[in-house]
């Protein structure tokens, strides 16, 4: 996943079908974690998370989707799991989770015959832990492949090593994936095949061997092929179109088709709804496997709103289609994205930002799958919550600024003894600074006073817990946090 396409990029899953096993769905019902998170690292206060004892917690995604009996997926990184604003949220919300570099061949075979398999292991336990589908990717792809199997020129011996990675990979976790990307980005831009060692030692037929191999492997898991800028109409889908044809018609084992999906803020294709429903009607299942929408960092308020609109869009577009069987995103929040990396000045392409606060796209994302938002009402029984005294609340504020404006990250904490059944934040801002957008709260600025009052789902407050919140400012030189902020009239600590 480290080419640089124009678009696009990830894996892909399934929906049971008759005469398959019947994948296991996540239930219906939501987890008892909160959905803001507070920031880990330096620039937060510790690692509280909020837990409402009352008040509804938004619906998780994953369970918003099994009503359309769909998935929501996610791209998961092992190594992160110990930082928990990232486990939290991948536990909380995802019903499919796929390793993000874990069960590529660099990852599972780095030398011939010799296989490592410590962080393949981590996304299958996490899946099966937290009753989420596996999701296998990939067992052939040009990229991320060692040095050994792109110096093989033999076809015998290369056709080998192949059939043996896939039997070793596949077989290993039969039975426990769902799904594979059997071959990956197979396909040049004009819809030509890629120059790849695979394409260039054994030819077109590599395909169809490789997922005869797969099926031998394991045959209960779906077969897929996987690819990028095939989400519209075009030369590179045309050519992906006419395989699985062509497959189908010899009798080749592929069950799905997964459409990347790595796209730019404003340019979702106007074909995709039309091009899922093409491929689903060849009798394979269809699914946006890498999805994330990149725009030019720092992100302004007006290209959140557009990427907010394109996350809906993909959306509808898959709930359109009865063979879409989901949505996988490729990871967890902005600041564990590959795309800065690979496209110096985009990024902001996820679901969650940097400090694990949920942005306009989790919204309108949300909104889509028709999650609940939760209710945020106390519980009418519990005695009413006296506001807090001085010193009863600390506020660690951040800004991540550029020429003319920042974003600030703003956790607020709980430290009395009495949980808070709702709340409001207010401070002064730096002369200069003038706010554009917030979330996690409705936001609003009179003269220099910043106020943020609480959403419908992170009203109540543990003692202890944690509400991460932000906003988009812009400033006339001056990114200085508040010097006296206050939570329901009463001052905080702040650091």
């Known amino acids: 996943m480290r080419d640089a396409p124009t678009h696009q990029r990830l894996d892909d899953d399934f929906s049971p079908r008759p005469g398959r096993r019947r994948r296991r769905r996540a239930p219906v019902v939501a987890t008892a974690l909160a959905a803001a998170l507070p920031t880990v690292g330096a620039a937060l206060v510790g690692a509280a998370t909020l837990t409402p004892a009352h008040a509804a917690d938004p619906e998780p995604l994953r369970d918003a989707a099994a009503r359309h009996g769909r998935t929501i997926g996610v791209a998961l990184s092992p ?42 292991d981590q996304v299958a336990d996490f899946a099966e832990t937290h009753d989420a589908e596996l999701y296998g990717h990939t067992l052939v792809w040009h990229s991320q492949l060692p040095g050994w199997v792109s110096s093989l ?3 015998t011996d290369l056709r ?5 990675h896939i039997d070793a990979v596949a077989g290993r976790y039969a039975g426990r994936v769902a799904a594979w990307d059997v071959v990956n980005e197979m396909w040049n831009e004009d819809g030509t095949r890629r120059d ?29 092929l996987n690819d990028y800028n095939i989400e519209g109409a075009g030369a590179k889908s045309d050519a992906m179109y006419r395989l699985v044809a062509d497959l189908k018609a010899d009798g080749v084992p592929v069950d799905c088709v997964g459409f990347q999906a790595h796209l730019i803020g404003g340019q979702v294709p106007s074909t995709l709804r039309s091009n899922l429903q093409r491929f689903a009607d060849l009798g394979v299942d269809v699914r946006i496997t890498e999805l994330d929408i990149r725009v030019p960092t720092p992100a302004s308020s007006a290209s959140l709103a557009q990427q907010a609109a394109d996350y809906r869009t993909v959306t509808e577009a898959c709930l359109a289609v009865d063979r879409c069987t989901g949505i996988t995103v490729w990871g967890v929040d902005d600041g564990h994205s590959w795309v800065p990396d690979v496209f110096p000045g985009q990024g902001a392409a996820l679901l969650w930002d940097a400090s694990y606060a949920p942005k306009p796209a989790y919204t309108a994302f949300a909104d889509a799958w028709g999650a609940d938002p939760g209710d945020g009402d106390p519980d009418p029984t519990d005695p009413p919550t006296a506001p807090p005294a001085d010193g009863d609340c600390a506020v660690t504020w951040t800004a991540n600024a550029w020429s003319t404006g920042y974003t600030g990250s703003v956790t607020l904490t709980n430290t009395s003894d009495a949980a808070w059944s709702s709340w409001t934040l207010a401070a002064d801002l730096p002369a200069g600074q003038h706010l554009d957008q917030g979330w996690s709260a409705t ?13 419908a789902w992170n009203g109540t407050v543990a003692p202890g817990a944690s509400v991460a919140v932000g906003y988009n400012a812009s400033h006339t030189g001056d990114t200085s946090a508040p010097a006296s902020v206050s939570v329901n009239g009463a001052t905080c600590t702040t650091g």
């Open 196 to 224: 790849s060692v695979f394409q260039r030692v054994l030819g077109d037929g590599y395909v169809a061997d490789a997922l005869r191999a797969a099926r031998a492997a394991d045959p209960q898991a779906d077969l897929c």
């Open 153 to 155: 020129a033999d076809p």
């Open 443 to 455: 936001w609003s600025q009179s003269g220099t006073t910043i106020t943020a009052t609480n959403a």
């Open 160 to 164: 080998a090593a192949m059939t043996d």
């Open 79 to 120: 190594g992160h799991l110990s930082q928990p604003g990232y486990a939290a949220i991948a536990e909380r919300e995802f019903s499919l989770v796929v390793g993000e570099n874990a069960m590529k061949w660099d990852a599972t075979e780095p030398s011939r015959g010799q296989f490592s398999w410590s962080q393949a």
